[in-house]
């Protein structure tokens, strides 16, 4: 079963500040996808990285894929209390039979507090 | 406006007493799947569905059953739930698999006394 490490588990930073959160695997990402959750709500897909070496930009987000493609990391610059959420990466898995995607594995989150 | 709906999104029960938790969306997606979200351990996978009649088992199955008999119903069934089942639980689908974006509903928090 592949494990999904990352860190830091917590973050509490001021506004402006920048800040980076980390995925790593026990194996290689197959298609790796980051979320950010906010409380009461189900998560919002962010970014999907395929392959290794990638680089996507989201206004002051940045991800990183690893060339090996067992790390990934995501980068926010001038960060804003807007930003404040559950940070989470997770890749796919084919099924039992080899034929489709259809396991997803999480990371146990960032929690990310941005304050005012 | 596309949507994952989950019902009921609190529920508080006892040991034993079977619950439903359905799930529904209006997207036509093929890709169905089911999650319980825990402090600390992120979001694991309990059963997901490619398609219509096909249901396979996540990383945590035991205790629950799915069913899709229908494209845009994936209902979770507790036929004997235990407080260990106490948790945060989301559906969520795709067009055709865990490697599309997945679009989740807003949870259901289940407490099980």
């Known amino acids: 079963t592949q494990l999904l490490e990352q860190s830091p588990q917590f973050l509490s930073i001021q506004e402006g500040e920048n800040l980076t959160v980390y995925c790593n695997s026990s194996?290689?990402?197959?298609?790796l996808q980051w979320y950010r959750q906010e409380p009461g709500e189900g998560p919002v897909l962010l970014v999907t990285?395929?392959?290794?070496?990638e680089v996507k930009k989201l206004k002051r987000l940045t991800f990183q894929f690893g060339d090996a493609r067992k790390d990934s990391s995501l980068h926010i610059t001038a960060a804003q209390p807007g930003d404040t959420g559950l940070y989470l990466c997770?890749?796919?898995?084919?099924?039992?039979?080899?034929?489709?995607?259809?396991?997803?594995?999480f990371g146990q989150g960032t929690i990310l507090t941005v304050h005012p | 406006e596309a949507q994952v709906t989950q019902n009921p999104r609190y529920l508080i029960t006892v040991t034993g007493k079977k619950l439903t938790v359905t799930c529904s969306q209006n997207?036509?997606?093929?890709?169905m799947s089911w999650y319980r979200q825990d402090p600390g351990l992120g979001l694991r996978q309990i059963y997901y569905?490619?398609?219509?009649?096909?249901?396979d088992k996540g990383d945590v199955p035991e205790g629950y059953k799915v069913s899709r008999k229908e494209k845009r119903n994936f209902p979770l069934i507790l036929e004997s739930p235990s407080p260990n089942q106490t948790s945060l639980y989301f559906c969520?689908?795709?067009?055709?698999?865990?490697?599309?974006?997945?679009?989740f509903g807003d949870g259901t928090r289940l407490s099980i006394l």
């Open positions: 990285v395929v392959t290794g070496g």
């Open positions: 569905s490619m398609n219509v009649e096909v249901t």
């Open positions: 969520a689908s795709s067009m055709t698999g865990a490697n599309q974006p997945q679009h």
């Open positions: 194996s290689v990402f197959s298609s």
């Open positions: 997770a890749d796919t898995a084919l099924n039992a039979g080899g034929t489709s995607y259809g396991k997803l594995t």
């Open positions: 997207m036509n997606h093929e890709y």
